[in-house]
C-alpha cells in the first residue's frame, strides 16, 4: 500500500513539474515538448494571396471536403488601376471594414470588450495585418467546366449609403455590386443591427447572360493557425474551426489534423447535410456563418476545413442557389455572428452554437453549473459574489461526503505516531512493517483511503467549475472588490495566488503526514508548486479555489478538533 501510494505522488509530481516546465517555455515563447511550435503566417506573402481560394473544395471532390486543386477554384480577378479604399462600418457594438474587393469583411473590432493587454484598445476579432488574418469571404462557384463568376477575389462597387448607425436608427444595410463576371452579376448587402452581433448577409445572383446559370455559394472563415493575442500558456483552451450538423453534433477541428491531412484523404468531420454551420473558435470569442429561414431550412450544404497557404486554414461551406435564367435573380440569406460566446444568446441562434464555448469533457456537469452561476449573479449583481456563492452552494451539497473524508484523515492523524514509532522499530523489516501496518488500522477501524473516494467523487463537479469560470465571457472586465477589476485577467497584485498558497499549505498541516519522509517532504512541495501556476491563471479562477481551500480548512479543522487531533 505504501508503495503503490509513493509511486503514485512521484508520478504525479514528475508529471507536474514536466507540465510547469512545458507551460513557461511556451510562454516564452519556446517550442512545446508536446508539439511543435505554431509558424507564422508568410510574410512575403500578400494579403490577397494569403486568403487565395485553394482551401475552397473543387466541384469534383466537395463531397469529402478535400480542398481541390487551384484549378478549378476561383481565379484571382485582374487588380483595378486604382484600388478601392476599404469601408468602415461603426454600429453601436462593432466596428468593421469591407474591403471592396470581394466585398470581405477583413477587420472587426468588438467595441464593448477591451483587450487584456492594452485597455485603451478593443478586441480585435477578424483582422488583416502583417501579425494577423483572419476573415470571412464569400462567393460564387460556377458548375464544373462553367465559366468564372464573382467571388471574394472580383473588385466590387460600393453602393452609396450611411455606413454608420445613426441615433434613433436599429438597422444600417451596407451594399456591394460586382462587375458581370461570366455575365453574371453579384450583389451583396451586410445588415447590421443595433445592439446585435449577428450581421445579415445577403448574395443577390442577376443572370445578365442569354443562358441560365446554376451557380454554388461559398460562404468560409480564414485564419491563421496562432493562438488569440494575449493567451496564456498556462492553460488550455480549444483555437481552430468547428463543424456542426444535428447527425454528427458539434465537431472540433485543430489545425495540427488539417496540417497533417493528405491531400485526398476524408476530413474527420461532418462533409454534408440538410442543416447545420461552420465556426472558428477561440477563447471566449467565435465567429460562425449560418443558414436558416427560408433559404436555408433543410437546404443541402456541404462542409470543408483545409489549408490555404502556410499557417493559414479555412472552414466553409457550399450551398446551392439553384438555377437562375436568364434576365432573372435570385436573393440568398445568410448570417454571419461574429462576438463573444454569451451561451444563452447563441443558444437561440442556431442549434448547438453554444457548443462554441469550450467546457472540454465535463459539458454535462458544466452548463448546469453555469446556469446556476448566472441564476446566483442575477440575485447577487457581482460575479466575483456569485462565484463564492456557488462553491458555498457545492460544498454544503457534498458537506457529509467531506465529512467522511477529513474523518478518515483525521483518525489518519491520531494513529500517526504510533504507526511511526512502529516504522522505525521495524525499518529493517519491510514485510512485518506492512503486517502491522494493516493490523493497526484494522484494530483502529481506520480505512487509509477512506479520505480519498468522497475527494475522487466530487472531483468532476469542480473540474467542470473550473472550466465553466476558463470558458465564461462574462468574467471578462467583471470587477469584484477593490483591487480585482477583471475576474478573467490576472491578480495585479498577486494577493489571491498568496492567500492561495497560505491555505494550500494550511490544509496539508491538518492532513495526517505520511509515515514515509519522502512522502511527507513531497506533500508540502506538491502545494507551492502546484500554486505557481496560479499566479498565471485569472483571478476569477483563483478565487474559486481560494474560496474552496478555505470552506476545507473550516469543515477539516471543526472535525480535526472534535476529535482531538489538532496538532498531532
Not at 70 to 79: E, F, T
Not at 130 to 148: K, N, S
Not at 314 to 332: C, Q, T
Amino acid at each position: 500500500m505504501t508503495d503503490m501510494r509513493r509511486t503514485l505522488l512521484w508520478v504525479v509530481f514528475s508529471m507536474s513539474l514536466v507540465l510547469i516546465w512545458d507551460a513557461w517555455n511556451r510562454h516564452n515563447g519556446q517550442p512545446s515538448l508536446f508539439g511543435p511550435s505554431p509558424a507564422r503566417p508568410a510574410a512575403s506573402a500578400p494579403p490577397a494571396a494569403a486568403t487565395g481560394s485553394a482551401g475552397l473544395p473543387a466541384p469534383a471532390a466537395s463531397a469529402t471536403g478535400a480542398p481541390g486543386s487551384a484549378a478549378a477554384l476561383p481565379a484571382s480577378a485582374p487588380a483595378p488601376a486604382v484600388a478601392a479604399q476599404p469601408v468602415t462600418v461603426t454600429t453601436d457594438v462593432v466596428k468593421a471594414t469591407l474591403d471592396p474587393t470581394g466585398g470581405t469583411l477583413v477587420h472587426l473590432e468588438l467595441l464593448g470588450y477591451h483587450d487584456q493587454n492594452d485597455r485603451a484598445r478593443n478586441v480585435t476579432l477578424f483582422d488583416r495585418s502583417g501579425q494577423r488574418l483572419y476573415l470571412a469571404e464569400t462567393g460564387l462557384i460556377p458548375p464544373a467546366g462553367g465559366a468564372g463568376l464573382p467571388n471574394h477575389h472580383t473588385a466590387m462597387n460600393l453602393v452609396p449609403g450611411e455606413t454608420t448607425l445613426k441615433d434613433g436608427s436599429n438597422l444600417l444595410e451596407v451594399k456591394f455590386e460586382s462587375p458581370e463576371v461570366g455575365g453574371v452579376q453579384l450583389l451583396k448587402t451586410y445588415t447590421f443591427r443595433r445592439g446585435d452581433y449577428v450581421v445579415g448577409v445577403k448574395h443577390e445572383v442577376v443572370n445578365r447572360s442569354g443562358a441560365p446559370v446554376n451557380p454554388r455559394l461559398y460562404l468560409q472563415l480564414v485564419r491563421d493557425g496562432n493562438p488569440p493575442p494575449g493567451e496564456s500558456s498556462f492553460y488550455f483552451t480549444f483555437t481552430g474551426p468547428a463543424v456542426y450538423t444535428d447527425a454528427s453534433k458539434f465537431q472540433k477541428v485543430d489545425f495540427k489534423s488539417i496540417e497533417k491531412r493528405e491531400p485526398n484523404e476524408k476530413p474527420g468531420h461532418a462533409t454534408a447535410g440538410d442543416n447545420g454551420w461552420v465556426a472558428m473558435v477561440q477563447h471566449y470569442f467565435a465567429s460562425a456563418w449560418l443558414v436558416d429561414g427560408a433559404s436555408g431550412a433543410k437546404l443541402q450544404r456541404e462542409f470543408f476545413t483545409g489549408k490555404v497557404a502556410a499557417n493559414t486554414y479555412s472552414v466553409g461551406m457550399l450551398l446551392p442557389v439553384g438555377e437562375v435564367a436568364p434576365g432573372s435573380s435570385k436573393a440568398f440569406e445568410s448570417q454571419l455572428f461574429a462576438g463573444p460566446q454569451e451561451e444563452n444568446k447563441l443558444a437561440a441562434l442556431a442549434p448547438g452554437l453554444e457548443l462554441v464555448k469550450d467546457y472540454g469533457w465535463f459539458t454535462i456537469l458544466a452548463k448546469p453549473l453555469f446556469w446556476l452561476l448566472t441564476q446566483l449573479h442575477k440575485l447577487i449583481g457581482n460575479w466575483g459574489w456569485a462565484i463564492v456563492a456557488l462553491v458555498v452552494l457545492l460544498k454544503v451539497a457534498f458537506y457529509w461526503l467531506n465529512a467522511s473524508a477529513y474523518r478518515s484523515m483525521a483518525k489518519m492523524k491520531a494513529i500517526n505516531p504510533k504507526v511511526m514509532e512502529m516504522r522505525e522499530r521495524l525499518k529493517d523489516k519491510p514485510q512485518q512493517m506492512q503486517q502491522e501496518m494493516m493490523r493497526i488500522y484494522r484494530e483502529e477501524k481506520v480505512n487509509p483511503l477512506g479520505g480519498c473516494l468522497p475527494i475522487f467523487v466530487q472531483m468532476p463537479f469542480f473540474i467542470a467549475l473550473y472550466w465553466v469560470l476558463l470558458s465564461s465571457v462574462e468574467m471578462r472586465n467583471a470587477p469584484w472588490i477593490g483591487w480585482i477589476k477583471d475576474l478573467s485577467a490576472i491578480d495585479p497584485y498577486y494577493i489571491l495566488p498568496l492567500l492561495m498558497t497560505g491555505t494550500s499549505l494550511l490544509q496539508t498541516w491538518l492532513n495526517p503526514t505520511p509515515p514515509d519522509p519522502v512522502q511527507a517532504k513531497m506533500m508540502w512541495i506538491m502545494p507551492l508548486m502546484f500554486s505557481v501556476m496560479f499566479f498565471f491563471f485569472p483571478a476569477g479562477l483563483v478565487l474559486y479555489w481560494l474560496t474552496n481551500n478555505i470552506l476545507s480548512i473550516a469543515q477539516q479543522y471543526l472535525i480535526n478538533k472534535q476529535l482531538g487531533v489538532l496538532g498531532k
